[in-house]
């Protein structure tokens, strides 16, 4: 009698085993900038299945752990982290993950090439992509919104690649009162002994260990507060003075999640923490817009790392592992999950890769499309921001838990790390808005910014660039399908759009993705996997609404009685 050893599943380099980002790539940079970037990228393909990803794991073994108290029974309120972890953060700024979206060496297209460096970091990270999202949005705001003292200092740490002066930032928003509803928060600032002092509770605080972040608060002006969101401001706030202590910030719990055990998350209590106001009073919402509209392209980004990393996996395993005499890869019902997985990490790409340079663009006030305007830009990226957030964070979750089953029993054991996955995974639809949330986003754009004009017309630019001999059925469906949704918003009160809200999201999400990888495949006809994927998307592709949002209300509510 033999015994039996799997082969587990290999992970290569990430950059060279990756066909679609190469050819994204090479398509949108000239070949002087690509040959620079290309070896950088090689470079790192390698790392990120090496040193870093065992720095990952390292740092998910050792999870962060709370220190309340010193031997003597003084208050310290130390995070403690793993050697791991704080390696994560030196590597982060000397690959440039921040720097390269400021540097702007490639103009326009420079964040194209800084989220290809996260695309491929994210999944090897143990989620230290966190704390660089924040600190990516801080930096943003900083440019936008900063005064000359933030933009020398605080600005200038964040975007360094020594990893001695980089720093992070955090964000805190949520508190127990409201979660996304920040209008119910209730931290108040005061302006006291010549500078302004913050005083409440943050419920949940990611990078609790960053350098600085940047806060919501309420204005208490002769005892006397603005309820509502109109009443927020923003402010920033160094966690530490020179000495190392506490910014009179007290560290009430760290947070035991379902997942990303690495990243210390925590319950803070700010008793007259010394802060900073940034931009206007009362603009607090507005102000902070600006970051939380990165970090949900963040979100976005990390999904798709997320779905690429469980399917390179289950790809390779299905090479590997046997059932029923042959290889499971070999076995036609196995690649029909095998081949939608593709195609969903497919739509996924093209989504997340199309709003990044729409970022960019906006950024460098360039048209990454003849006859777009800057305000065209603008109201693009703030419809679209949200869908590609909830879009892919829904399909990341739904394909790691039909990829986690490919495994088998393997897929349940916590020590091969594929559960962690799924774990991992369940945070997109949740961090920085759930799908809910968002989707009320995305109409209040509608409503108030006009944005699905600016996307329609963005959908309709793009469109000139596919394959009319290639795709005309496919287009023909597409036209049908868009003239559909502009129907709906014509004859449809807007009262009715709330319970629509997710179907109008989803919708606009699978036009804008059709177009993508139609235009994708239209420039890449050799490579026929794109093509046979664009065809098959577009065949499934449904637009769907309530025919009657109030009657479809009152059921709802009969129903959950």
């Not at 002092?197 to 609790?208: C, D, R």
């Not at 944005?451 to 290639?470: A, G, H, P």
């Not at 606009?508 to 990888?517: D, T």
């Not at 026929?528 to 664009?534: C, D, E, N, P």
Request: aromatic share 10%; with cysteine.
């Amino acid at each position: 009698m033999t015994h039996f050893f799997q082969e587990p599943p290999q992970l290569k380099n990430q950059y060279e085993e990756d066909e679609l980002l190469q050819l994204y790539l090479e398509w949108k940079f000239s070949k002087k900038e690509l040959k620079i970037i290309q070896k950088d990228l090689h470079r790192f393909g390698k790392r990120v299945v090496t040193d870093i990803l065992a720095l990952a794991q390292a740092a998910e073994d050792n999870m962060p752990r709370l220190e309340q108290f010193d031997p003597w029974g003084n208050r310290i309120d130390e995070i403690k982290t793993s050697a791991a972890w704080k390696e994560l953060d030196r590597i982060s700024a000397e690959e440039g993950l921040i720097s390269h979206g400021y540097q702007r060496k490639y103009k326009e297209l420079s964040r194209l090439y800084q989220l290809s460096k996260l695309y491929l970091f994210h999944a090897s990270s143990a989620f230290y992509s966190c704390p660089l999202a924040m600190t990516d949005g801080a930096a943003r705001l900083i440019e936008l919104y900063g005064d000359q003292e933030l933009k020398h200092k605080a600005f200038q740490h964040i975007i360094s690649q020594n990893p001695d002066e980089f720093w992070t930032s955090g964000q805190w928003m949520t508190e127990k009162t409201g979660g996304s509803d920040v209008s119910q928060s209730e931290t108040i600032a005061r302006f006291e002994d010549n500078e302004w002092k913050l005083y409440g509770v943050k419920w949940f605080t990611s990078a609790t260990t960053s350098q600085m972040t940047m806060a919501l608060a309420r204005i208490e002006e002769e005892g006397k507060i603005v309820p509502g969101s109109k009443g927020l401001s923003l402010f920033y706030i160094e966690l530490r003075d020179e000495a190392g202590k506490l910014n009179n910030i007290e560290i009430l719990r760290l947070k035991d999640k379902l997942g990303t055990d690495a990243l210390p998350t925590a319950e803070l209590k700010l008793n007259g923490t010394k802060t900073k106001l940034v931009g206007e009073k009362g603009q607090g919402v507005k102000t902070i817009s600006s970051l939380f509209n990165i970090t949900r392209i963040y979100n976005a980004c990390c999904s798709l790392s997320a779905s690429r990393r469980i399917l390179v996996l289950a790809k390779d395993y299905a090479q590997k592992r046997t059932a029923f005499n042959k290889k499971i890869i070999q076995h036609p019902l196995h690649n029909e999950i095998l081949s939608q997985a593709e195609q969903d990490w497919f739509i996924q790409f093209m989504l997340v890769f199309n709003l990044t340079e729409l970022l960019g663009a906006d950024e460098c006030q360039k048209t990454p499309v003849s006859g777009l305007s800057s305000e065209d830009i603008a109201g693009v990226l703030r419809i679209l921001t949200p869908i590609a957030k909830l879009f892919t964070a829904k399909k990341t979750l739904s394909m790691t838990s039909e990829l986690l089953e490919s495994f088998g029993g393997a897929g349940y054991i916590e020590n091969t790390r594929i559960p962690r996955l799924l774990r991992d995974a369940q945070v997109f639809p949740i961090w920085e808005g759930t799908t809910n949330v968002l989707s009320l986003d995305v109409l209040r754009s509608i409503a108030k910014e006009n944005s699905l004009s600016s996307l329609i017309k963005y959908l309709s630019l793009k469109m000139k660039n596919i394959d009319l001999k290639l795709f005309s059925q496919e287009i023909d469906s597409l036209m049908t399908e868009m003239k559909k949704t502009e129907s709906y918003f014509r004859s449809t009160s807007s009262d009715e759009f709330e319970p629509n809200a997710r179907n109008i999201s989803f919708n606009l999400a699978q036009l804008s993705c059709a177009v993508f990888c139609l235009e994708f495949a239209s420039a890449h006809p050799k490579h026929k996997k794109y093509t046979l994927m664009a065809k098959r998307y577009c065949a499934q592709l449904k637009t769907y609404f309530f025919t009657d949002s109030g009657q479809r209300a009152n059921e709802n509510l009969e129903i959950i009685k």
